[in-house]
């Protein structure tokens, strides 16, 4: 199982590959929090992801929708993207309960800001940059 270890990547691709060992390791009702500053690469990680659950359409970032289904991989996958959101209210209007307490596996950017509604087994993974390293390096810390 990838959890509690701290990985680092050199490059989109290997990014991209850590995202696609989580999503091929996913069992249902898994919900990942997923955290990092704008442009450390949450959504090359989420492609990633959804390809590792066998998922072949295209992955854009909800941000303005809340939440993506897709349905065609061996699990359902959910992806949200919290950042706009005004108060944590809104996650109930959208069915919130329903997704993380579901058989898919759910991926939630910027989870910080709905923290108190996070069921209790959600795992955190934080992307972070480090410019010293170098421009494609990222520190992916999986808790």
Request: with cysteine.
């Amino acid at each position: 199982m990838v959890e509690n270890m701290i990985i680092e990547t050199n490059s989109p691709e290997e990014t991209k590959q850590v995202g696609f060992k989580i999503g091929q390791e996913a069992k249902p009702g898994t919900v990942y929090a997923l955290l990092g500053d704008l442009g450390v690469g949450k959504t090359i990680f989420t492609k990633g992801v959804a390809e590792g659950l066998g998922i072949t359409e295209p992955i854009n970032s909800p941000t303005f929708t809340i939440v993506q289904e897709y349905e065609n991989g061996r699990l359902p996958f959910y992806h949200f993207d919290v950042y706009r959101i005004g108060d944590v209210e809104e996650m109930d209007e959208i069915g919130f309960d329903d997704y993380v307490y579901g058989d898919g596996m759910c991926l939630i950017e910027w989870a910080n800001l709905i923290e108190e509604i996070l069921p209790e087994n959600t795992k955190t993974i934080t992307i972070e940059k480090d410019l010293e390293k170098g421009f494609d390096y990222r520190k992916i810390t999986i808790e």
